[in-house]
């Protein structure tokens, strides 16, 4: 049996649908905060159980007979260190036999900041003794996407990250890789760098993004405090903000970029062209 947390979404979603390509529905465990949001994931026949990090009961039923875990990193910046140890206690006392963590890449050296809680839940699941593999992620592209709309309606691409090259994948890579990991025998112990097999600056998305929709759009490099500024100015939280823009000015040092191939090499094809992730963004 396997229990994917974070079920309902995105990239948990991902990974059940490509599990299901291969496992039995009944063998699969949607564990999820919110059991009704999976009502789809219940009609193909998957187990849909509660699992809420702040609830350890709940998490000790979702995980029960769970032979593999994929757990998804929390959402919840600041909070998810925490929340992952709960998970990795339940697992414990479940006696899984395989937990895959979602990391983020190169986690012990990253200068992200954003890598902090990735580090911490990655002692802990070193300390539980729990047999454990590292699926270290690189950046989404969906990351940039999704702000094509805004890209096209400004006619600007806005960040700090100058011309650091990005080795981002999309986000059904990275599921179609933890799909994989799962259903191979041997992953305990392992940790796989995973990265797009190409690299784009910011500059090259704004120039993409400019030859497939045929408008004038171009990369504006911001100091990091005025990327912030613009970011909170579209309405995200002064401390996710800072966080964004902490994570551009160290993709300007290279903290996002990666030339190992592990992940076209897990899921067996190369990884999603930036053109095709482009193309899937522009408005219709």
Known sequence: ????????????????????????????????????????????????READYTKPATLAAA??????????????????AAQHRAAIDAARAAGVKLVAYTSILRAPTSTLALAAEHVETEAMLRASGLPHVLLRNGWY??????????????????????AGRIAAAARADYAAAAAAVLLKDG????????????????????AEIARQS???????????????????????????????????????QGALFDDGHQLGALIGR???PLADSVAAALPR
Do not use: C
């Open 214 to 252: 045929g408008k004038a759009v171009a990369y504006q490099d911001l100091p990091e405090a005025a990327y912030k500024a613009a970011l909170v100015g579209f309405g995200l939280p002064e401390g996710f903000a800072a966080l964004l823009a902490q994570s551009d000015v160290a993709a300007s």
């Open 63 to 80: 995980f029960a007979g769970a032979d593999k875990l994929l757990l998804v990193s929390s959402s919840e910046i600041g909070q998810r």
């Open 1 to 48: 049996m396997i229990v994917v947390t974070g079920a309902t979404g995105q990239l948990g979603r991902l990974v059940i649908q490509n599990l299901l390509k291969t496992v039995p529905a009944a063998q699969i465990v949607a564990a999820v905060r919110s059991p009704q949001k999976a009502a789809d994931l219940a009609a193909l026949g998957v187990q849909v």
């Open 187 to 206: 992953q305990a112990g392992k940790v796989y760098e995973l990265a797009g097999d190409s690299a784009f600056t910011l500059a090259a998305l704004a």
């Open 270 to 272: 190369p990884t999603t």
């Open 141 to 162: 592209t969906e990351n940039y996407t999704g702000s094509v709309p805004a890209a096209l309606a400004h006619g600007a691409v806005i960040g700090s990250a100058g």
